[in-house]
């Protein structure tokens, strides 16, 4: 199992109605591609101090490095990557993506 982390480092104009969208909206394509589950969408709540340009962040789970993959090229997916890009600081510069693979 590989768990697709993504950290948000969100514009201060970011708005906040677009992004619940994106979320909703990935959270249905997960559900939909074969292999991908375990959807989860927040912010970030720092307990340590140590992320506060991050506030925002999903992870999901993807069965392999192929789901993963599929997920990575399908077209609703780059198209909501590229409205989460334009609400993040710098662009896609504000994203940071972590794949950890862990047994599932």
Known sequence: MIRHCVFLSLSPKADTAELDKIMLDLED?????????????????????????YPYGFTLDAENAKALAAYAVDPEHQALGGRLVALCEGGADGIIVYDIEAPA
């Open 29 to 53: 394509l997960v559900r939909r591609l074969d292999g991908c589950s375990g959807f989860r969408a927040g912010p970030n709540r720092d307990y340590e101090g140590k992320t506060p340009d």
